[in-house]
Nanobody, 120 residues
């Protein structure tokens, strides 16, 4: 079982930046997909960004051009650099991984979430 621990959330003013980190309890070198989702109050969880083991990235439409996802396999860590933050980015951000090597039903893992609030 993979454990994911997020950090880096907080309160930031509109236009500001934050960097989220997610450390995994085991090597992420061969984990197919690492990434981030978010959930705002009263809304469904949505894709923010993912990065595959080969470095291919995918972003939600609302964050394209402002957020950057990356992974450091040596540190078992995935990052989310968030720039030009907007109030609508306020949400709980969850780290996610999909490990295709594991048995079906045990391939998807989530962190506990970290709050990001964009406000004056």
């Amino acid at each position: 079982q993979v454990q994911l621990v997020e950090s880096g959330g907080g309160l930031v003013q509109p236009g500001g930046s934050l960097r989220l980190s997610c450390v995994a309890s085991e090597s992420i070198f061969s984990i197919l997909i690492m990434g981030w989702y978010r959930q705002a109050p009263g809304k469904q969880r949505e894709l923010v960004a993912t990065v595959t083991s080969s470095g291919i990235t995918n972003y939600g439409d609302s964050v394209k051009g402002r957020f950057t996802v990356s992974r450091d396999n040596a540190k078992n860590t995935v990052y989310l650099q968030m720039d030009t933050l907007k109030p609508e980015d306020t949400a709980v951000y969850y780290c996610h991984c999909y490990d295709s090597r594991k048995t079906p039903g045990a391939r998807t893992y989530w962190g506990q979430g970290t709050q990001v609030t964009v406000s004056t």
